[in-house]
């Protein structure tokens, strides 16, 4: 059973920063591309930032230049550093194992004007 852990969620203020963290099961880290997404109220669960078993990353337009994914596979843990929170941000925070139907629980991170 692959379990994802999501935490690292909070309230910030516009400008500041964040770091999620997602916490695995087993050695899946560095063996499958994982992925972070996010839910706002009333909108659709988008992609936010992927990184492969070999570490290149990939963005959504909306975060490039702000929001940074890495892993660590001995910890079998991915990241997601936010900077530069605008409220726009705000939602629940959701880690992936891509291609697969394992998700996490969600981590909310709200960011206030």
């Known amino acids: 059973q692959v379990q994802l852990v999501e935490s690292g969620g909070g309230l910030v203020q516009a400008g500041g920063s964040l770091r999620l963290s997602c916490a695995t099961s087993?050695?899946?880290?560095?063996?499958?591309?994982m992925g972070w997404y996010r839910q706002a109220p009333g909108k659709q669960r988008e992609f936010v930032a992927s990184?492969?078993?070999?570490?290149?990353?990939n963005y959504a337009s909306s975060v490039k230049g702000r929001f940074t994914i890495s892993r660590d596979n001995a910890k079998n843990t991915v990241y997601l550093q936010m900077n530069s929170l605008i409220p726009e941000d705000t939602a629940v925070y959701y880690c992936?194992?891509?291609?697969?139907?394992?998700w996490g629980q969600g981590t909310q991170v709200t960011v206030s004007s």
């Open positions: 992936r194992v891509l291609g697969t139907y394992y």
């Open positions: 087993g050695s899946i880290v560095g063996a499958n591309v």
């Open positions: 990184i492969t078993s070999g570490g290149s990353t």
